[in-house]
Every structure is written in C-alpha cells, then in structure tokens.
C-alpha cells in the first residue's frame, strides 16, 4: 500500500487542520494507521493511532483532546482533525500504516510510510 499525507500548513495558536492520509494500492480497511510527527531537532514521536476495524484509537498525552483520528475507508482515507493548535504542534507530521494491526503507539509497528506534510503553527 502506498500512503500520501496532505492537509498541513501554517495555522494561528489556538487554529485547527485536518490532516488526510490517502492509501493507494489496497484496500485501507485491512489496515491500522497512526500519525507520527517530527520536531527538528527531534526524534519523530507517535502522535495517534487508529485499529484497522476502527474499534480502538489511541493519543498521545500531548494531543488528547484536542487531536482526532479517524478514518473513511470508503475513500481509503484516516484523517486527523487537529484542534487547538499549540507552536509545540509544529512538526513534520507522517502517517503510517500496519496490515491488520491493531494501532501501535511504536514506530516498529508499522510496516509502510507516507512522506510527510508540514505543520507550522505560529503565534
């Protein structure tokens, strides 16, 4: 499966983005899907996750609340809605997936990338 993010850009403290990872390839449903995001300077840290039956999302601390994962796989399509956007948000972000995982919060659990989209909020 072949993974493309859109959706970043440059958004005010306290704006929202949604986030979109198309797969291409296959069929979505099989799979799990997480977004991970990448600070320069830093390692890139798990922000989301999302099981393939869509029963289990996951957040990182960071994010709860104010981040939503979800997805469409009508559209073969996981979004993630972001929502009060703080300037430590502002990172690469990359999505990612796993053929019939169940969500890992690790970066081991997922055996395909997309290329990232940049999240530059500013204040």
């Known amino acids: 499966v072949q993974l493309q993010a859109f959706g970043g850009g440059l958004v005010q403290v306290g704006g929202s983005l949604r986030l979109s990872c198309v797969a291409s390839g296959r069929s979505f449903s099989s799979y799990a899907a997480g977004w991970f995001r990448q600070a320069p300077g830093k390692e890139r840290e798990f922000v989301a996750a999302?099981?393939?039956?869509?029963?289990?999302?996951y957040y990182s601390d960071s994010v709860k609340g104010r981040f939503t994962i979800n997805r469409d796989n009508a559209k073969n399509t996981v979004y993630l809605q972001m929502n009060s956007l703080k300037p430590e948000d502002t990172a690469v972000y990359y999505c990612a997936a796993a053929y019939y995982g169940l969500g890992s919060i690790s970066r081991s659990g997922y055996e395909y990338w997309g290329q990232g989209t940049q999240v530059t909020v500013s204040s």
């Open positions: 999302i099981s393939w039956s869509a029963g289990s999302t």
